[in-house]
């Protein structure tokens, strides 16, 4: 049998494999962010009102999925980078409800109450998520929410800046620890299998409310 003497391609890190997953189809590829609803246009500010109050209904409450992920018998090598995250995740909570108030109401938008009940689903979905005994789970979307949350962080910058509030610094762990932390904790097949499940619910949840986003600001247009 005659065999390659190609070189086989190095395969990917899970630190790679979640940027990628966040790149590809977090909050920065979806195309109602893409398009500029939320940043330009004269409904942008409506959209943006629109994007903070359903936001908070996802992550606005404590426990949330990185404080439940903390609570799931962390081990010492994720143990620093857990405290580090919720702590700076409480801060952005906290700005995020400053924002909230400031923005005014939801903006009037038909099936109010469905779109709550949906966005309460996601909710649930993902405290489901972050309390998964399955080892890896939890800490895979913790760090995919940190990820996807650096774009999100921009709408929320935006639109303070319109509201002539000053936004604060993020205290979010840097990119360099979240990698570290990744590679360490996927020590075995089975866990990073398990990081990339976490991952990608919590980034398929992400896509489910920039949908929902997408469809209210379309009734809005057309409405």
């Not at 395969?11 to 790679?16: L, N, P, Q, T, V």
């Not at 893409?34 to 943006?48: C, T, V």
């Amino acid at each position: 049998m005659i065999q390659s003497t190609q070189p086989l391609p190095p395969s990917r890190g899970i630190a790679e494999m979640l940027d990628t997953l966040v790149a590809h189809d977090g909050t920065g590829a979806h195309p109602h962010v893409r398009a500029g609803e939320l940043s330009n246009g004269p409904q942008a500010m409506r959209n943006l009102a629109d994007a903070v109050h359903f936001l908070c209904l996802l992550h606005g409450r404590h426990p949330g999925v990185i404080d439940s992920a903390a609570r799931k018998g962390v081990d010492a090598a994720s143990r620093a980078w857990m405290e580090q995250a919720a702590d700076a995740f409480a801060e952005e909570r906290a700005f995020l409800s400053k924002i909230a108030a400031a923005v005014g109401p939801v903006p009037s938008t038909q099936g109010q109450a469905e779109c709550e009940a949906a966005v309460a689903a996601q909710r649930k979905a993902l405290d489901m998520l972050a309390e998964s005994d399955r080892h890896g789970c939890a800490v895979g979307a913790a760090i995919a929410l940190t990820l996807d949350w650096r774009t999100i962080r921009v709408l929320l910058d935006i639109s303070a800046e319109r509201l002539d509030m000053t936004p604060q610094r993020s205290t979010l762990p840097d990119l360099r620890d979240t990698a570290r932390l990744a590679s360490t904790v996927a020590d075995r097949p089975a866990i990073e299998r398990a990081m990339m499940f976490g991952a990608q619910q919590l980034i398929a949840q992400h896509n489910g409310l920039w949908d929902l986003m997408a469809a209210r600001a379309a009734a809005r247009a057309h409405g």
